[in-house]
Nanobody
């Protein structure tokens, strides 16, 4: 019914940049909020950033200034611009969305993730 697909991950040197994208598709009435989470091997999944459909944003305190979240509501797409990347940013980045579906109801959806690896 709803699918989230991430892209843009890869291997980058420390200090470099990447931009992740996530597109939502399916029986979508409206997307209340979209965001990014990440998980390193053996670690707990953590918040990176979220953005509401109206544009308000929320970031993990440690990432403010380096990461920027944005969205294109017409394309049901959210982006994450990552600058000054560090090895500790390595992990799987997951797209998340709170969505109202056409058939009625609200759900929390996750993509399968995209790998980000930062070398030093």
């Amino acid at each position: 019914q709803v699918q989230l697909v991430e892209s843009g991950g890869g291997l980058v040197q420390a200090g470099g940049s990447l931009r992740l994208s996530c597109v939502a598709s399916g029986s979508i009435l409206s997307i209340v909020r979209m965001g990014w989470y990440r998980q390193a091997p053996g670690k707990q999944r953590e918040l990176v950033a979220t953005i509401a459909s109206g544009g308000s944003t929320d970031y993990a305190d440690s990432l403010k200034g380096r990461f920027t979240i944005s969205r294109d509501n017409a394309k049901n797409t959210v982006y994450l611009q990552m600058n000054s990347l560090k090895p500790e940013d390595t992990g799987v980045y997951y797209c998340n969305a709170g969505i109202l579906i056409r058939a009625g109801g609200y759900g929390d959806y996750w993509g399968r993730g995209t790998q980000v690896t930062v070398s030093s």
